[in-house]
């Protein structure tokens, strides 16, 4: 999508299923050194193969690759203004080799006191390989109206 959606876009009947993303232990790793997640449920192999299902990535982790799903796609590319809140829950592990997609609903908008802008609220379900939902969330996020005039 070259152009994101505008506030008016996102009607009662709106939907958005992103594409599907592998979770590899890679990736996994690189987030963990990054982000200095220490602890041995995500940095040793052997103690997560005897205490869990085997590697697992850290929720936030999840959380951020689904985001990455929605702006990958453009639903917000020159229309969002800024992420206000996003408001998770982490129901189920996701580990190295699954796949995860991001269905997105319409939960509710406003208009702000600004009239290029307005508030929506969207309802996530990021669901892995097997339809399992591994992580729901609600994101709010400030986006434009047609009233927006581009500098330019």
């Known amino acids: ?16 299923a992103s594409a599907s993303l592998e979770v590899t232990g890679e990736m996994i790793g690189r987030f963990v050194e990054l982000c200095k997640f220490t602890s041995p449920t995500f940095t040793d192999r052997h103690y997560a193969d005897r205490h869990y299902a085997g590697r697992m990535a850290p929720g936030i982790f999840i959380l951020s ?3 990455g799903l929605v702006l990958d796609a453009g639903l917000t590319r020159r229309r969002g203004i800024f992420l206000m809140e996003l408001q998770p829950r982490f129901l189920r592990p996701v580990h190295a080799g699954d796949s995860i997609s991001n269905a997105v609903t319409l939960k509710s908008k406003r208009l702000t006191s600004k009239p290029d802008r307005g508030v929506v609220v969207t309802s996530h379900e990021v669901r892995n390989q097997a339809g399992e ?3 729901s969330y609600l994101s709010t996020r400030m986006i434009r109206t047609r009233d927006f005039a581009e500098a330019q």
């Not at 999508?1 to 958005?16: A, H, R």
Request: charged share 25%; no cysteine; hydrophobic share 45%.
């Open 1 to 16: 999508m070259e152009t994101g959606l505008y506030f008016e876009d996102y009607t009662p009947d709106w939907s958005f």
């Open 133 to 135: 939902l591994a992580v």
């Open 65 to 67: 690759l689904a985001e």
